[in-house]
């Protein structure tokens, strides 16, 4: 086999090693959300997004204590079930 010949071997093997890495790496990523959850009782203390449910407070971050029933973050739809002590208070299109 003479130079160019394996030059062109070479070549060829490393695009098809790119594309197998292509197509497993878009595969093991999720599509983006169809929709949103608003799952309540998981908010660390500090980490909540936007105001409490029982309208204590109307901003995000104000979580005084960890997974307490008031407080809440967006997760994908279909996630908050699977986390303990996780419930779903709404659910909110995706833009």
Do not use: F
Request: glycine content about 10%.
């Amino acid at each position: 086999m003479n130079s160019s010949a394996r030059t062109k071997t070479a070549i060829a093997s490393m695009l098809a090693a790119g594309a197998l890495l292509a197509v497993n790496t878009a595969s093991a990523v999720p599509d983006s959300p169809k929709a949103w959850e608003k799952c309540a009782g998981i908010a660390k203390t500090g980490k909540n997004d936007c105001g409490s449910l029982d309208g204590k407070h109307n901003c995000a971050g104000q979580a005084t204590t960890d997974n307490s029933a008031q407080e809440w973050v967006y997760v994908p739809e279909g996630t908050c079930e699977k986390i303990t002590g996780g419930v779903v208070a709404k659910v909110k299109p995706a833009k």
